[in-house]
Nanobody, 126 residues
Framework: QVQLAESGGGLVQVGGSLTLSCAAS????????MAWFRRPPGKEREFVAA??????????DYNDFVKGRFTISRDNAKNTLYLQMNSLKPEDTAVYYC?????????????????WGQGSQVTVSS
């Protein structure tokens, strides 16, 4: 079955950096749109970034609050999704989830994604 496993979360100071990874198995990774969502404490889950590989060209989309700071990428040979997070702020504190969907195109709504990881905690301390 499909499994998504996030790693790389942790505690970081304001202005610091972290890279999250998501190892995927049980699916043809290159054919799936992949995304990162997050759930801040006490809030709803929200879209962070998505990436779609169309004929070896990656299309990406970001939520405005991470543009210029976060970078989503994928390595289809390793079945792995990444999220490079720079200039971290306290409001980036959240559980970060990896998600996958077989539908083509970029999606920003959580109900558009079929598969989810368990999440990885990121805490940004001031």
């Amino acid at each position: 079955q499909v499994q998504l496993a996030e790693s790389g979360g942790g505690l970081v100071q304001v202005g610091g950096s972290l890279t999250l990874s998501c190892a995927a198995s049980g699916l043809t990774f290159g054919g799936y749109t992949m995304a990162w969502f997050r759930r801040p404490p006490g809030k709803e889950r929200e879209f962070v970034a998505a990436i779609w590989d169309k004929y070896n060209h990656n299309y990406v989309d970001y939520n405005d609050f991470v543009k210029g700071r976060f970078t989503i990428s994928r390595d289809n040979a390793k079945n792995t999704l990444y999220l490079q997070m720079n200039s971290l702020k306290p409001e980036d504190t959240a559980v970060y989830y990896c998600a996958a969907r077989s539908t083509v195109g970029l999606g920003t709504k959580d109900y558009e994604y079929q598969y989810w990881g368990q999440g990885s905690q990121v805490t940004v301390s001031s």
